[in-house]
């Protein structure tokens, strides 16, 4: 386990700081071009947004990794400390439970709940169809080499659907199983309680 969370844990950090470089490098050369040169590339925008996407389905699985997703524990506080970890387990097998049914809602009708597709039956659908994106289109020399398209397919930007909400419940599987072994209180790092105490500490004296 310990070698699958490292792995996983390199590779997550690995793509968010690729992610970020790329961002900025983009970012910062159509800037350049557009000003500088009256010029720039077409589907920079395009380009930049799908790399925030990525950040954001990235960041999701490992923000609970490092316990950076906010969250108010001020009443669940007050409850004895069995309690609490009982509510904390339950709070991280429902980010399982939710990143399951993003992932794959079929599973939901052994309930009697109508529900279809989720972000495996969508990308599959792209994959099958294999329409392009917007703007964003391989250069000729990738084109003439490959014989690709000329615009990007669109499961290669959605890949990140059913890869970031798989990282995602494997992260909250694993604070489950951490805090019922004692090694985490919550998923969260929210202490708002004890913040707002120690920031008016001296107004509560006064």
């Given amino acids: ?21 790329a961002m900025t490098i983009v970012s910062f050369t159509q800037v350049v071009a557009r000003y500088g040169f009256n010029s720039g590339w077409t589907g920079a925008l395009e380009f930049t947004r799908i790399l925030f996407a990525w950040l954001i389905l990235f ?4 923000g609970v990794k490092i316990g950076a997703h906010l969250g108010v524990d001020a009443i669940i506080r007050l409850f004895p400390a069995p309690v609490f970890r009982a509510i904390a387990v339950f709070g991280a097998l429902c980010g399982v439970a939710y990143a399951v049914i993003l992932l794959y809602a079929d599973w939901l009708q052994i309930f009697g709940i109508e529900t279809r597709g989720g972000a495996i ?11 392009g994106l917007d703007d964003l289109r391989y250069p000729e020399l990738i084109q003439e080499m490959f014989g690709t398209k000329e615009r990007v397919q669109r499961w290669i930007a959605y890949l990140i659907l059913p890869v970031g909400l798989a990282l995602f419940a494997f992260r909250c ?9 004692g090694e985490r209180e ?6 708002e309680a004890e913040e707002l105490v120690a920031e008016n500490k001296d107004v509560l004296k006064d």
């Fill in 121 to 131: 039956d969508y990308w599959s659908r792209m994959f099958k169809i294999g329409i």
């Fill in 173 to 181: 599987i694993q604070a489950a199983v951490q805090i019922i072994r």
């Fill in 186 to 191: 919550m998923m969260i790092a929210a202490h």
């Fill in 59 to 62: 960041g999701m699985s490992y």
């Fill in 1 to 21: 386990m310990q070698r699958v969370d490292n792995w996983v844990t390199r590779f997550e950090e690995n793509v968010i700081a690729f992610l970020l470089a």
